[in-house]
């Protein structure tokens, strides 16, 4: 076998080939063209740039005499990630070992991720046997495997793009990978590999190498290394091959490390491209040197380089062509082939581990400034050198901000640089570093810049069940804990915390190892201003501080604070008073404030106090005997500074006190930099403590509220607090609707939104800030509550006397202070000379280069190191050359950023003028630093110090309202020489009211250039717009020229534009008229957001260029002003709003106008293409309608009208169609009118408002007005009176043109029970009533509603006109009109008796009863009366015995009206249907009367309970030919009833009474009318059921309205603990307005029901609403919203994956079935894919529900509730085949014997009703076989 092997060495002829390429390198040639040819069919076809690559290569072989595998790289740069690829091979170090991730650092400061499941297949095996047994605690996790500074080869398996948009690498070690290109025949002797521990054996142990057929072993004796002694499975090791046997299928290795190390990879082990390994270590030919790396050779045959970062640096200028090196492999990219080699020391000789901490210790997230770039490499990045002369290198990608444009150049101009640390890498041994400024910028770089009791600012990124993710910065997360969402607990948190939110919030602690981040939203912890406990050693007794309760005992409670440090309160120190049960009392998140007993920092024990805490003892016995008064003058001692202030020592008590860093001075500019600039152990003087009533002191230095307090104009307490009040205070917070103001003794006021300005404002945050000083006025007390109200607005309040200029002096004093802070404790050039300088002083200085804004730069020998600069404003009209000597007057001074600035105008360096006080002046801004400007004093030279703000509360609510550089002001001299403000006069100033174009004069700063009104310019034109012209005037400046200033007034022609006659580039002369303001394009947004500037504006008409002609200048107002209603004008079309069809025109530079849509059409046609009609600045003719001031603007009309008038013709448009009314219109100029239904045509129609729809437009005639309303008029005779036919039905104008027995058509406009009217005309309404609105009998009027629609055409005939009264009686008869009976034969209605026949029929009625004695003296009385009634027979003779009915008796009384006035009922008879004309029907009518009236049968137990439909009247008499005898015998039988019969009838009236009473107590009768339904509601008003029953039964009656009444009524009835209840009547209304609603109403409802329930059943049963209604579009937009809004919960998934299964969208709950198992918790995982896949069984495809169930339970095989679902779901959809296969499976499952009885047992049941005899035989076997074999494993157990 030896002598094979030799032969063999690789096996196969493949090793002759090899052995061949060492010995003859001409043979390499065609071994590589050979080998060419296997690895690519391509190349043929590059025939041109192989060709190319020959050439090279053979220049290479004479050369060097050898040929490269490999093209060298042209360029060497460094690796970056957007090189790599998947499979990439890399050497790697281990820098962190977590439990499941390595954390691995790359060549070129790159980072990867080694999972755990990418260890090795027999290591992943190992963790699947240890996770499924019982015992978990010999897992070997992933820190006994690997250990930081371990070197490992590594695979790229996955590349990923975070969220952020960073590369996630995904590393792997597996040896499968990793040696995937060796085979068993390349495996040599001497070669390095590296493995895994595949097992572990008694002398040695096999190693994994991921070569298929070939296994690797590990002898104990060759292992020299202790450490791997105690090697483990899984384990990476780098080994030696020691020896080969079996053509490589069998391999002994060798792990020493030593030798391992020093291993050189040589040719004869037949390495190449493909197999190459990194970590090899070869020895090297440099074969080129560049600036940026090296070039090298080895292997004889392979090329490849060494960046920047792997030579080593000492040895850089010693690296030469032809040197000969040693270097390691870092990686090698398989694409390009590029190979990556390093030269440094500890890679190319390296120890067991490499450092991955640096010498100087870990700085990453320091910030580091005045750092040098020391070179530049522009593919790989630069080398920056620390203050510290350590080395650090920034990526090319952190030289620039993110998407700015990369320049060299720039970063190397400038001399320092500030870096921020961002990691160390340790295959470099160097750390990298950013210079953008979003990085360095950032307060939390990493979980160390943390610290517990920090506030900190954050995003909500998702709400998880245990608690909240918060994103402090991008790599930075911490966890907000359930019970720390809130000082309670929260039931639903996700109506609090909403994705993306800004919050702040404290860290409770932080654990670096692991980067896990508690953080609170508890208030009370975050507003704390006790001190905080962050480790044992602060919780000293008597302290009192914040903590919350994690734990309640029978024995106490366990209070933890920050850092994890927690104590007990014991039962006794709970309360005062003996508390038995704390479970009761306490719970568990609870905030409370404890007092420190003792405490054991060494035990970390530590007792504490409730009650205690609760009695007013202070911390520190030297704190009770301070003199807390407040206003007395005090010095501190600077002792620390903290997050909200600096915390300070009150002299000479030492005593401890706060002061916040807002109470450092009245402007908040300065509060800042005296922060910055106090250090610890500085003095402060001028101190007032403001607080008395807080154990807490706090201090401050501000002078107006201390000059309040020494004053007495502050009050002590709230009911010394009076309205009209004033007070000086500070803001304390600014929220939406208001600012909160805090005084001094603790009280807290709010100013309104309303009452901060007399404008509006649109976000307060704004406008004022946090701290700033206001004076304040009082409006409003509530005396309960102790609160009240302010005002800020200045107009309300007075500003006390020279405290303007007491503010100046103060600012100045303090930025002075600051200067000289800076200068005593920085004692180094240049901040003493700095501090030296003053606001103008003079210097001589020397032109250095110019700035990038035109500006300039100079030195000064005397200031070296200081930046002098000067902008472009103050070097204007100065030529300027590098080392011209200047003479300058300083502007101000900024000590912080060593800058002076400078100007060199003539007027400010000139010698000064003395002013005099009380003298008035002109001044312009030079100079502006945030709270202060510099101002120079008209010609004197005289600059001097004012405030930004005139008054506290100054409110500017746009940019341009504030103070710009070049703004002219008024001021007047105070003091010509004010000490204070070291020289300088003292003055007052206020904005300057002259009408120049000074404003903010950025492009005009020195007075001579100014431009006012009346001058003449000449300028080219630059643009032309439809309304403007753009104008560049010689000095480089803008103006404008608007469309009515080109050309005279009378040469403008409408529809004519007269923009056009001029052209671009033509040379104009024009005259300033104005100003315009124009938005800056020269600063930038985020320093000036909206600032506007003012160009001239200018007028080219010839007769206006004149010289000598004045020109006037007009306000807006004024210019409104002058324009008159009715007064025509010419226009220009300036826009045209699509929405709301108007336009906007312009007559001139400060006038616009609108033209609404009914003001601009003269044709229907036109309306549609308006917009053509009108172009841009197209000249119009319109007059004026109305002038508004407020806002200032025209409103015109083009139609020649711009007022209405009665009997004019003008358009409108239809806003709404009321039945009842007509149209409602809208006209021009803002009026209304109505069109009444009689005015719609001259000839009525049925239905007329079918015709018309909203927004149609019309023409119209005006009647006249009423009330601010017209009335209008749609007749052709009205609006064409001469081509209009005749009117069908004439105009009624007035009673006159009615008479009596006229027929006449109307509307009809309502019915009541006074009767049907009708309207005749606009202002005419007829009355029909209901005896003469049928000839059938209506007791009812709801009758005539249902038949008779608003808006029913009738006929109708006028009985009688009273014109005094103003009514008309009409008559709807047949007999009258002539026309059908307005209500139909079908609904079986009784006639009504009329004339003679109800006389008679009362008559005989009357003479059947025998009378009483009271009767018939009532007749006998009553008889002149009746007689009057037969002869007169009026219309109110019957409206009195209608009276009649309405009046109540006794019960007796009532059956005796019933005879004998016929109490109110009509008499009527039914219309025989047998009957053939009307004769017969008169001939039965007149025998009936002769014979006797038909009768009502009334029985004796009579009652009014079961109502007039109860009544049935007697059978009439059929026979006409009867006679008068037999009548009269049947009538006198009927009165004379025996004794038994009366009994019998008793016996049936008791007997129908009890059964209504049976029927009336059925709780399953349904009521049939309103009344029934409120009696059975006053017993139960909680019941949904009764509700609904009454809803549904105004919906059989097309009551919408009344139903929508009814659950109204049901939800203010229903009481509140009922939601079950008040959700069933949401529902109903739900359904309700789904049904008969519009979309807005049911979206109204919707939204109400949220409110009042609980928010997820409303929109479910919405959403079954619109499935059910199929509107799917709409449940499908619903089901989105739900799933975004409760993405927690499980029901709303299936419900919304069932909704889409129904409607056949399978893929799309897949995709939704995806989402849910993100959005839920990890446990739901399986019952939701269980659920959807049952949902698959039910509506979707069955095939796909099973492979759901089947995926499920093979990874979840002990769920068998999972498995008795999937079985019932296959018998009821599967084939008897599947099921029993099912069935097969189940009983073989590993679970209880109790469980696999159970599935025994259905399966029997299934067998007996699907199988045969031989199929439930087999069942039972297989139970037996189940059985015998549990029996046989417990016997051998």
């Known amino acids: 076998m030896a002598s094979v092997e030799d032969d063999f060495p690789r096996g196969g002829t493949l090793g002759k080939a090899s052995e061949s390429k060492i010995a003859l390198p001409v043979e390499v040639d065609n071994l590589f063209k050979s080998n060419e040819k296997k690895e690519s069919k391509k190349r043929k076809v590059e025939s041109k740039d192989a060709n190319k690559k020959v050439k090279k290569q053979k220049t290479a072989e004479r050369n060097e005499d050898g040929l490269m595998l490999n093209a060298a790289a042209k360029c060497v740069e460094i690796l970056h990630s957007k090189h790599l690829k998947e499979g990439t091979l890399m050497l790697g170090c281990v820098k962190d ?92 002797v001497g070669m390095v590999l590296s493995g895994c521990v595949e097992s572990l054996e008694d002398h040695g142990c096999i190693i994994d190498v991921g070569i298929k057929g070939t296994k690797a072993f590990l002898p104990k004796k060759a292992d020299t290394d202790k450490q791997n002694n105690e090697l483990k499975v899984g384990q990476y090791i780098t080994c030696q091959i020691k020896e080969v046997k079996n053509n490589g299928r069998l391999l002994q290795l060798a792990a020493n490390p030593a030798a391992v190390r020093q291993a050189l990879a040589e040719s004869k082990q037949g390495w190449t491209l493909t197999n190459l390994l990194p970590g090899l270590l070869v020895k090297a030919t440099v074969k080129g040197v560049t600036k940026h790396g090296l070039l090298l050779g080895f292997l004889s045959s392979f090329s490849g380089q060494v960046d920047i970062l792997h030579m080593e640096q ?553 930046t002098i600069q000067a902008n472009k404003h103050h070097v204007m009209g100065i030529q300027l050359t590098p080392g011209q000597k200047v003479t300058a007057v300083v502007l101000y001074v900024d000590i912080r950023a060593t800058t002076v600035h400078v100007s060199l105008l003539s007027k400010l360096v000139t010698k000064k003028k003395m002013l005099t006080e009380g003298s008035k002046h002109s001044a312009i801004l030079q100079h502006i630093d945030k709270d202060l400007a510099i101002i120079s004093v008209d010609d004197t030279a005289q600059l001097t110090f004012i405030q930004t703000q005139s008054h506290f509360n100054e409110v500017y609510l746009t940019a341009s309202e504030k103070l710009l550089e070049g703004m002219i002001l008024d001021v007047e001299v105070v003091q010509p020489s004010c000490e204070q403000l070291q020289g300088l006069p003292l003055l007052s100033w206020k904005r300057s009211r002259t009408k120049g174009l000074g404003k903010p004069v950025s492009n005009q700063m020195n007075a001579d250039t100014g431009y006012q009104f009346g001058d003449i310019l000449q300028g080219k034109i630059r643009t032309i717009k439809p309304t403007s012209v753009q104008v560049a005037l010689k000095d480089g400046r803008t103006c404008y020229v608007h469309v009515s200033q080109v050309m005279e007034a009378a040469e403008v022609s409408p529809g004519s534009f007269p923009t056009s006659s001029v052209k671009v580039g033509s040379e104009v002369t024009g005259r300033v008229i104005g100003g315009r303001d124009v938005n800056s394009t020269g600063l930038l947004p985020i320093s000036h957001p909206r600032l506007k500037y003012t160009c001239p504006e200018l007028t080219l008409i010839p007769s206006k260029l004149d010289g000598k002609l004045e020109v006037k200048s007009y306000t807006a107002e004024e210019n409104l002003r002058r324009h008159k209603v009715g007064q025509e004008i010419t226009c220009f079309v300036s826009k045209f709003h699509q929405e709301s069809k108007s336009l906007e025109v312009t007559s001139g530079p400060f006038v616009s106008g609108t033209v609404e849509l009914l003001a601009m059409i003269t044709d229907l046609k036109d309306s549609g293409r308006l917009e053509k009609m009108y172009k841009l600045g197209q000249a119009v003719q319109a007059k004026v309608v109305k002038v508004s001031l407020k806002p200032q603007r025209l409103s015109l009309s083009l139609t020649g009208i711009y007022k209405l008038e009665a009997g004019c013709i003008t358009w409108g448009m239809v806003t709404s169609m009321p039945p009842h009314l007509g149209l409602v219109v809208k006209l021009p100029f803002g009026c209304a009118g109505t069109v009444a239904i009689t005015d719609l045509a001259d000839a009525y129609k049925p239905n007329p408002l079918a015709a018309f729809s909203k927004d149609q437009l019309l023409r119209c005639y005006l009647l006249g007005s009423e009330d601010g309303k017209w009335r209008l008029s749609l007749r052709p005779s009205r609006l064409n009176p001469q081509q209009a036919k005749p009117a069908k039905d004439t105009e009624i104008l007035s009673l006159d043109n009615l008479q009596e027995g006229q027929l006449i058509r109307g509307y009809v406009k309502s019915i009541s029970e006074q009767g049907v009217f009708l309207r005749l005309s606009n202002n005419i309404i007829g009355r029909a009533e209901l005896q003469r609105s049928s000839k059938y009998f209506v007791n009812n009027h709801k009758i005539l509603c249902n038949h008779l629609p608003p808006s029913t055409l009738l006929t109708t005939k006028i009985v009688s006109i009273d014109r005094k009264e103003k009514l008309v009686d009409l008559s709807l008869l047949t007999m009258d009109t002539g026309k059908p009976d307005i209500l139909p034969e079908s609904l079986h209605l009784p006639l009504r008796l009329q004339g003679e026949d109800k006389n008679k029929y009362n008559l005989e009625r009357k003479k059947k009863r025998p009378l009483s004695e009271s009767e018939e003296t009532k007749n006998e009385s009553e008889a002149p009366k009746k007689k009057m009634e037969k002869t007169e027979k009026t219309e109110k003779t019957e409206k009195t015995k209608k009276t009649k009915k309405t009046k109540k008796t006794k019960k007796t009384e009532k059956t005796t009206n019933l005879i004998d006035n016929d109490s109110g009922v009509e008499v009527y008879f039914r219309e025989e249907e047998d009957q053939e004309d009307k004769d017969t029907q008169s001939a039965a009518v007149n025998v009936s009367s002769s014979s006797g009236p038909i009768r009502l049968q009334v029985a004796a137990e009579f009652s009014w309970d079961l109502g007039l439909s109860s009544l049935k009247p007697a059978t009439a008499n059929k026979h006409a030919d009867s006679s008068d005898e037999e009548d009269q015998d049947e009538s006198s039988k009927s009165q004379k009833k025996t004794r038994r019969e009366l009994a019998q009838e008793k016996k049936a009236a008791e007997k129908a009474l009890t059964q209504r009473e049976i029927e009336l107590m059925d709780p399953q009768l349904r009521p049939q009318d309103a009344g029934a339904f409120e009696r059975l509601l006053l017993a139960s008003p909680n019941s949904s059921i009764l509700w609904l029953q009454y809803m549904a039964h105004h919906l059989q009656a097309t009551q919408i309205e009344q139903a929508r009444a009814v659950a109204e009524r049901a939800l203010k009835t229903i009481s509140f603990r009922e939601e079950q209840e008040k959700l069933n009547v949401w529902v109903a209304l739900l359904n309700l307005e789904n049904l008969y609603g519009t979309q807005d109403s049911l979206k109204k409802v919707f939204e109400r029901a949220l409110q009042f329930c609980e928010p997820m059943p409303v929109y479910q049963q919405l959403a079954d609403i619109y499935t059910k209604s199929d509107k799917i579009k709409e449940a499908e937009n619903l089901y989105k919203s739900m799933v975004k809004r409760f993405r927690q919960n499980k029901a709303v998934w299936l419900s919304y994956g069932a909704f889409l299964l129904q409607q056949g969208q399978s893929d799309a709950a897949g995709a939704l079935l995806q989402r849910a198992l993100k959005s839920l918790p990890s446990k739901e995982s399986v019952d939701v894919i269980a659920k959807f896949a049952q949902l698959e069984f039910r509506y979707g495809n069955t095939e796909k529900g099973f492979a759901m169930f089947d995926k499920v339970l093979t990874s979840y095989p002990k769920r068998t509730d999972l498995w008795s679902v999937f079985i019932d779901l296959m018998v009821k959809h599967g084939s008897q085949k599947e099921v029993r296969a099912l069935f097969d499976r189940v009983i073989h499952l590993s679970v209880s014997v109790k469980k696999i009885k159970f599935f025994f047992k259905r399966y029997m049941e299934y067998e007996k009703k699907h199988g045969t005899p031989q199929s439930i035989q087999a069942v039972k076997e297989k139970a037996v076989e189940f059985v015998e074999g549990k029996g046989s494993v417990a016997a051998s157990s």
């Open 314 to 866: 000492e040895m850089a200028d010693s690296y030469s062509e032809g040197s000969k090196v040693l270097a390691r492999v870092l990686y090698m990219e398989p694409s390009t082939r590029l190979v990556g080699l390093s030269l440094r020391g500890y890679l190319v000789q390296p120890e067991s581990r490499i450092n991955t901490i640096p010498a100087c210790g870990d700085r990453i997230g320091e910030v580091v400034e005045d750092c040098k770039i020391i070179s530049m490499h522009h593919m790989s990045g630069a080398f920056l050198e620390l203050p510290d002369k350590t080395v650090a290198f920034v990526h090319r990608n952190n030289l620039k901000e993110y998407k700015d444009p990369s320049n060299e150049n720039k970063i190397l101009a400038k001399p320092k640089h500030t870096c921020r640390i961002v990691d160390f890498s340790p295959m470099e041994q160097i750390h990298y570093a950013t210079l953008r400024r979003t990085v360095i910028e950032k307060p939390f770089f990493r979980y160390h810049d943390l610290k517990p009791g920090q506030i900190v600012e954050g995003k909500v990124s998702v709400m998880l069940n245990h608690g909240m993710v918060v994103h402090v910065s991008n790599r930075i997360r911490g966890l907000v804990p359930h019970n720390h969402l809130s000082d309670i607990v929260l039931k639903n948190p996700e109506k609090v915390y909403a994705e993306g939110m800004k919050i702040k919030c404290r860290v409770l602690s932080v654990d670096v190892n692991s980067q896990k981040l508690f953080l609170t939203r508890k208030k009370t912890l975050i507003t704390s201003s006790l001190p905080l406990f962050l480790s044992y050693s602060d919780a000293r007794p008597g302290r009192v501080s914040h903590g919350y309760i994690v734990s309640v005992k029978n024995f106490g409670c366990i209070v933890r604070f920050y850092n994890n440090v927690k104590g007990l309160v014991p039962t006794k120190e709970l309360s005062s008073e003996v508390i038995l049960n704390p479970e009761e009392v306490f719970y568990v998140g609870q905030v409370l404030k404890t007092r420190v007993l003792q405490c054991d920092p060494a035990k970390e024990r530590l007792l504490l106090s409730l009650k205690r805490a609760m009695a007013r003892e202070t911390e520190e016995t030297g704190n009770a005997q301070f003199d807390r008064e407040v206003g007395k003058r005090l010095e501190a001692k600077v002792l620390k500074k903290s997050i909200s202030g600096l915390e300070v020592s009150i002299l000479p008590d030492d005593v401890r006190a706060l002061l916040p860093t807002l109470h450092l001075s009245d402007h908040v500019s300065n509060c800042s930099l005296l922060r910055e600039t106090l250090q610890e152990g500085d003095t402060v003087s001028d101190l007032v403590c403001f607080q008395q009533n807080t154990k807490q002191i706090i201090v401050t230095k501000k002078p107006m509220v201390i000059w309040s307090l020494e004053e007495g104009e502050a009050p002590k307490d709230f009911s010394e607090i009076t309205v009209g009040m004033q007070m000086i205070g500070w803001v304390k917070n600014i929220i939406a609707y208001g600012v909160f103001v805090e005084f001094p003794y603790g009280l807290v006021g709010l100013a309104p939104k309303s009452a901060i300005s007399e404008e509006f404002i649109d976000n307060i945050a704004t406008i004022f800030q946090v701290g700033q000083t206001v004076i304040a006025k009082v409006t409003n007390l509530d005396e309960e509550k102790k609160r009240f109200l302010v005002t800020l607005q200045i107009s309300e309040v007075t500003m006390p006397e020279g405290s303007a200029l007491m503010r100046l002096i103060h600012a100045v004093q303090e930025r002075r202070a600051v200067t000289e802070m800076i200068a005593t404790k920085e004692a180094k050039e240049p901040y003493q000379q700095l501090a030296a300088l003053s606001v103008g002083q003079r210097l001589k200085l020397v032109f250095d280069t110019e700035k990038d804004d035109k500006g300039a730069i100079f030195k000064s020998d005397e200031l070296v190191g200081a």
């Open 97 to 188: 070992v977590s439990d499941f991730e390595v954390t691995v650092g790359l060549p070129c400061g790159l980072q990867g991720f080694l999972s755990i499941k990418n260890i090795s297949d027999s290591y992943t095996k190992l963790l699947t046997e240890q996770l499924n047994s019982i015992d978990v605690e010999d897992i070997c996790a992933l820190p006994h495997l690997f250990h930081p500074g371990m070197v490992v080869r590594c695979v790229v398996a996955k590349l990923e793009t975070t969220k952020g948009g960073a590369a996630s690498i995904q590393l792997s070690i597996n040896p499968k990978l990793v040696n995937k290109a060796l085979t068993s025949n390349s495996m040599k």
